[in-house]
């Protein structure tokens, strides 16, 4: 069986914050705009697997890409819809596939998907459980370079610094920068 790379992909601000009221703190900001653009064009026709909080902030799975929701509580209660698309080899992007696990996403898009690569897309908490699980292969991260915190909102925050990585690439924008990064696998 053929193994797929898990490549992370997020974007913080300059203190780290990653998400406000289950919501991306810069959405209303017009010079993020490159930082979507380049996550459309990254992502676009390839699987991406999601946390069921970031599940909660899209109103319907992203255009063009096979979408993986990790419904660890499993109230989504839609696994038919996955049993069917494993048997026939056949997945739909315009619904949502729910799964247990990271690894049980990654088992699927193994076995009956055509893809070598798969991104996941957040949030902080489902992208650090796989770094700490040994199940991230990359992580592609943008920092922009202002802070977007406002008092009593609730903010998530992606903390890396316990983490083990290397730079491998680094692109600057007017606005932050894009870092390319590989983690060294104990
Ligand atoms: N900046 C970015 O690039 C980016 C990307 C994506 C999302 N975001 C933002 O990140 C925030 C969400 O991230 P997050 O770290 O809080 O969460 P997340 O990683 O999206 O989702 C994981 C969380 O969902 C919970 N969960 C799983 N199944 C559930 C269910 N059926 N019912 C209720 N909860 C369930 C998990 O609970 P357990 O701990 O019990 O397993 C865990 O707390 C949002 O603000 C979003 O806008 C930012």
């Excluded at 596939?97 to 898009?109: G, H, M």
């Excluded at 193994?110 to 992580?139: C, H, P, V, W």
Aim: charged residues 30%; contains cysteine; glycine residues 4%.
């Amino acid at each position: 069986m053929k193994n797929i790379d898990i490549i992370g992909i997020m974007a913080q601000d300059k203190d780290g914050l990653v998400g406000i009221n289950n919501d991306l703190p810069w959405k209303d900001d017009p010079e993020t705009k490159w930082d979507m653009k380049h996550f459309k064009k990254t992502t676009t026709g390839y699987p991406i697997i999601m946390g069921y909080k970031t599940f909660v902030t899209f109103k319907k799975p992203l255009k063009n890409r096979i979408n993986f929701v990790i419904d660890s509580h499993d109230s989504l209660s839609e696994q038919e819809n996955i049993k069917h698309a494993i048997e026939t080899k056949e997945f739909n992007d315009t619904e949502f596939y729910t799964v247990d696990s990271l690894k049980t996403a990654r088992e699927i898009i193994e076995q009956a998907l055509d893809a070598d690569k798969a991104y996941l897309i957040g949030g902080a908490t489902t992208l650090i459980r796989a770094i700490i699980n040994n199940s991230l292969d990359k992580l592609i991260l943008t920092t922009f370079d202002k802070s977007y915190f406002k008092d009593n909102e609730d903010p998530v925050y992606l903390n890396l610094d316990s983490t083990d990585f290397v730079i491998t690439d680094c692109r600057c924008h007017d606005n932050g920068k894009i870092e390319y990064l590989s983690f060294k696998k104990g």
